[in-house]
């Protein structure tokens, strides 16, 4: 199937400092990717979506300036957590959709980054 | 707003034994239904993908069905092996940019 990648897997980081997570779609593009979050021991939460070439979409209850979504090319998408706190430790997981798969193509999903703030 | 719901929440079965996970969601008008592996600390690894159009999907030692007029979908593990042990998730892909809404999991543990 097709591989989309995560970087970083994890990090640590101090309160108040921001962190860049990016979501890659290696064999394939994709005009939208998903941003989830996921607590221990529960189920996946979508964030928001993530548009090539226009702003992202939230979902309701998530700060878009808390969570910053950058989708500047057909295979990278970023987001970036600013001003982390304690309570944004969490697993962040992105998935994609082959743009050939159309709407209702299957979703790949990257291996997820564990954010952790001190 | 569509809600997907798994039972059991967990589940402890010994080695080769044949095993269904449930799935059911509220909202009939899905564009799919997905099932997913999910080993503790990692992604997402995709099983099976039915479409709404489809009724089962079929993957070696797996079968996943689907039911819109009910509103559920169950995931068929066959002969059971340890290596199976992990969280199973069921998700269900809406018409607004094919979002999924993922049902909390069933972990699953096969006992050698």
Not at chain 2, 28 to 57: C, H, M, V
Not at chain 2, 89 to 107: P, V
Request: proline letters at 4%; a neutral charge.
């Amino acid at each position: 199937g097709a591989v989309v990648s995560q970087h970083p897997s994890w990090v640590i980081c101090k309160s108040g400092t921001s962190v860049k997570i990016e979501c890659r779609s290696l064999d394939f593009q994709a005009t939208t990717m998903f941003w989830y979050r996921q607590f221990p021991k529960q189920s996946l939460m979508l964030m928001a979506t993530s548009n090539e070439g226009s702003k992202a979409t939230y979902e309701q209850g998530v700060e878009k300036d808390k969570f910053l979504i950058n989708h500047a090319s057909l295979t990278l998408s970023t987001l970036t957590v600013t001003s982390a706190h304690p309570e944004d430790s969490s697993f962040y997981i992105c998935s994609a959709r082959d743009l050939a798969g159309g709407p209702a193509g299957e979703l790949f999903f990257g291996e997820g980054s564990r954010l952790t703030v001190l | 707003k569509q809600e997907v719901t798994q039972i059991p929440a967990a589940l402890s079965v010994p080695e080769g034994e044949n095993l269904v996970l449930n799935c059911s969601f509220t909202d009939s008008a899905i564009y799919n239904l997905q099932w997913f592996r999910q080993d503790p600390g990692k992604g997402l690894t995709s099983l099976l993908l039915i479409q709404s159009s489809q009724r089962e999907q079929t993957s070696g030692r797996l079968n996943a069905s689907l039911d819109k007029s009910s509103g559920r979908s169950t995931l068929y593990i066959a002969a059971s092996q340890p290596g199976d042990s992990a969280t199973y998730l069921c998700a269900g892909g809406g018409t607004s940019y094919g979002k999924l809404t993922f049902g909390q999991g069933t972990i699953l543990t096969v006992h050698p």
